[in-house]
Nanobody
Framework: QVQLVESGGGTVQAGDSLTLSCTTSGDTFSSGTIGWFRQAPGQEREFVAAINWGGDSTYYTDSVKGRFTVSRDIAQNAVYLRMNSLELEDTAVYYC????????????????WGQGTQVTVSS
């Protein structure tokens, strides 16, 4: 079992920056993919960004390219999502997820999920 805990959410103004953290614990997670997803009220959960635990590949949905950066710190067992130039449309609950397989960007292919952290962007 892998446990995931997100932190760093909050309320910010449009144009501000925020960094989310995802800390992993439990069974050793030495490969696969860590992804970030988000779900706004009344909408389906959508893929935001992902990184292979080995750090060789990153993936982003088009709406966040150039604004969000996903990274990982193996020593800290953590993955981060740096969000710049936040927009009202970025408001959602953000989830960290882990897949035992590499290069995964589909939610159904993830095996473990965190509880989520709220990000609210105001005008």
């Amino acid at each position: 079992q892998v446990q995931l805990v997100e932190s760093g959410g909050g309320t910010v103004q449009a144009g501000d920056s925020l960094t989310l953290s995802c800390t992993t614990s439990g069974d050793t997670f030495s490969s696969g993919t860590i992804g970030w997803f988000r779900q706004a009220p009344g909408q389906e959960r959508e893929f935001v960004a992902a990184i292979n635990w080995g750090g060789d590949s990153t993936y982003y949905t088009d709406s966040v390219k150039g604004r969000f950066t996903v990274s990982r710190d193996i020593a800290q067992n953590a993955v981060y999502l740096r969000m710049n130039s936040l927009e009202l449309e970025d408001t959602a609950v953000y989830y960290c997820a882990a897949s035992t397989r590499r290069n995964r960007i589909v939610a159904a292919e993830y095996d473990y999920w965190g509880q989520g952290t709220q990000v609210t962007v105001s005008s």
